[in-house]
């Protein structure tokens, strides 16, 4: 008899795991690999936060990222139409298949209601926001819409506080723009909405001075290397490891361009200008065509061995965007044409001139 009861209790007890795998089981989060899409978030520019329309559809996952620093709150609140659907917190560094900071089907002192994160951040860096839906709903292929609002509030320290990684406070000592060939631009302050100081080439050179977190994003200041030179803050994500080498346009040969004629120009690869060389006899000029769009800035700067002399500036229709002036008052303005623009360089003096002429669209 005792061993029919010791019998019965193992089956039970098996009956009761396999009932706990079948159960718990499905309520677990579903991941897969190659149904994994991440998205980069960002807040418009003075802002603080921002609201996102979305779906998944099974094992579809989401992985929104945000940067912040520690000691700000962050909140996330997700309204799905699938109720089998959640997300998971990962501080920097981390993310699906290691331990989450939250998980927002469980309440807890930063999980005040489900599928709601309210927070004081620990670290500094990028966090990882997963979105994704319960095995019993993915293996059936559910789909669910949903609605999430993601902030980031509180002011950061007047220093970078546990920083993962040393992702803020270290780094290079020098980093290099990189934006695909346009210029990125130099701002006063870390946001998207402070004033543009200058504007700084593709491949250019910058001294580090340190980055911080705001409207979601990393924001570095950096430094030219001309003396004297301009600082500011530029977006982290247009910049890799750099030399503290400043970076040159390519300047033609000198001579290169002689007399009465007509020269496209053309900027390297990876460059946004062009430095050329030219000389010119009493009363002669050259003109110069780029190419260039509505609403891009144009660049021009003519500068003489010797006495000043003129260039003037035609719209693709042959209307001026420049009169006349001389080589003393560089140019930069914003165009309103498509199209091949004109620089003229012009020699009225009494005696030949060498000079360079500097172009430049951003």
């Known amino acids: 008899m005792a061993c029919s009861i010791k019998h019965f209790s193992s089956l039970a007890a098996a009956a009761a795991l396999a009932l706990s795998a079948a ?21 418009a520019a003075g802002t603080s936060g921002t609201t996102i329309n979305d779906s998944i559809t099974g094992y579809e996952s989401v992985l929104y990222r945000i940067g912040a620093e520690a000691g700000q709150r962050m909140k996330v609140r997700l309204e799905p139409s699938n109720a089998a659907t959640y997300f998971n917190v990962y501080v920097p560094g981390r993310g699906p298949g290691d331990e989450a900071l939250v998980n927002s089907q469980f309440m807890g002192s930063m999980v005040p209601d489900l599928n709601i994160f309210d927070g004081v951040l620990p670290v500094s860096g990028e966090y990882t926001v997963s979105v994704y839906m319960m095995r019993s ?7 669910s819409n949903y609605f999430m609002a993601i902030s980031v509030e509180g002011e950061t320290g007047d220093s970078v506080q546990a920083d993962y ?11 290099q723009v990189a934006t695909s060939g346009g210029t990125l631009n130099l701002r006063s302050e870390p946001s998207g909405s402070a004033n543009v100081v200058t504007r700084l080439n ?18 570095c ?4 290397l001309a003396d004297p030179g301009d600082d500011g803050w530029v977006a982290g994500d247009f910049l890799v490891e750099g030399s503290g080498t400043p970076t040159q ?112 669209i951003e």
């Open 23 to 43: 159960t718990f089981g499905d309520m677990s989060p579903a991941f897969a690999q190659d149904g994994i899409r991440t998205e980069q978030v960002r807040f």
């Open 137 to 143: 709903a993915a293996r059936r292929n559910e789909v």
């Open 165 to 175: 990684a040393d992702g803020l406070q270290g780094g290079p000592d020098f980093y």
């Open 202 to 219: 593709n491949g250019q050179n910058v001294r580090n001075l340190g980055c911080r977190m705001a409207e979601g994003r990393r924001w």
């Open 221 to 224: 200041r950096v430094a030219t």
């Open 249 to 360: 346009l390519p300047v033609t040969p000198p001579g290169s361009s002689v007399g009465d004629g007509d020269e496209r120009v053309q900027f390297a690869a990876g460059t946004s200008g062009a430095i050329l060389r030219g000389v010119l006899e009493p009363g002669d000029s050259r003109r110069y065509a780029l190419n260039a769009r509505n609403g891009q800035f144009l660049t021009v700067e003519v500068a003489p061995q010797g006495p000043a002399i003129s260039y003037q500036i035609f719209n693709p229709d042959r209307s001026f965007l420049l009169d006349q002036v001389s080589s003393d008052r560089p140019y930069r303005g914003q165009l309103w044409q498509s199209g091949d623009h004109i620089v003229e360089v012009i020699n009225r003096t009494d005696r030949a001139s060498s000079y360079t002429v500097t172009f430049g």
